[in-house]
């Protein structure tokens, strides 16, 4: 029988925080290796047990998973969550691309200057509220369904949540002027896998502070900010 998928990556959100979600409402329980030093990189890097030289990774099904969207894709196709066939695997793909692009500006945003942080704090709400969003209040209200493809829960539905709730945090009614999104975080939120999820004491990680960055910094060898996209 096989052991849970096991994490590797920092105590943190970043680009393995997506891979928990979909674990988590998979049902999968899962363990984590947090990277607290260079010493640890450098040894999964000569371990060979990082193709592209790069976290996240995740140990499933006796293999060394790297790329997040092939990790993704991977738990969306074992657990069920990539639709009932090609058609639907492309949408969920269409989506989840979009929502991908809209935590992008999300994801640098522990990484930036200060005066940096608040130009890109107005780029989310505006990318969010001006692109993102109505696309998606448009979908749910066209065709009517509970979820975004096929009536039927899926990877877009857990990826588009968490998007929506990295906007709340910066903008916490951001969703005003979409009902069908309102309602959407309603009932994806009340899925018990997604409700144990987001209670407190799960494996689901905090927004990042600056012990985070500091750690990713030093372990990555990351000495200057990044720049507001």
């Known amino acids: 029988?096989?052991?849970?998928?096991?994490?590797?990556?920092?105590?943190?959100?970043?680009k393995m925080e997506s891979i928990r979600w979909l674990?988590?409402?998979?049902?999968?329980?899962?363990?984590?290796?947090?990277?607290?030093?260079r010493e640890q990189y450098e040894k999964l890097l000569q371990g060979g047990s990082l193709l592209f030289q790069q976290v996240p990774m995740v140990e499933i099904d006796g293999m060394k998973m790297v790329q997040t969207r092939a990790i993704l894709s991977y738990i969306a196709a074992k657990y069920n969550?990539?639709?009932?066939?090609?058609?639907?695997?492309?949408?969920?793909?269409?989506?989840?691309?979009?929502?991908d692009d809209l935590m992008g500006f999300i994801l640098i945003f522990p990484f930036l200057s200060a005066e940096d942080k608040e130009k890109q704090h107005a780029v989310i709400v505006q990318k969010a509220t001006s692109r993102y969003f109505p696309a998606y209040e448009k979908v749910l209200k066209d065709h009517g369904q509970d979820f975004l493809v096929g009536n039927s829960f899926s990877?877009?539905?857990?990826?588009?949540?968490?998007?929506?709730?990295?906007?709340?945090?910066k903008k916490s009614d951001v969703l005003l002027g979409f009902p069908q999104l309102q309602a959407f975080k309603a009932r994806i939120s009340s899925i018990p896998t997604i409700k144990k999820f987001l209670e407190p004491g799960s494996q689901r990680k905090p927004v990042p502070d600056d012990k985070y960055v500091e750690t990713v910094r030093r372990v990555l060898h990351m000495y200057h900010d990044m720049k507001a996209n």
């Open 1 to 14: 029988m096989a052991g849970k998928p096991k994490l590797y990556y920092f105590d943190g959100r970043g």
């Open 23 to 37: 674990l988590a409402a998979a049902g999968v329980e899962f363990e984590e290796e947090f990277l607290e030093t």
């Open 81 to 99: 969550l990539y639709g009932k066939d090609l058609m639907e695997r492309a949408l969920i793909d269409m989506y989840v691309g979009g929502t």
């Open 155 to 169: 990877w877009a539905d857990v990826h588009l949540l968490e998007a929506i709730l990295m906007v709340e945090e």
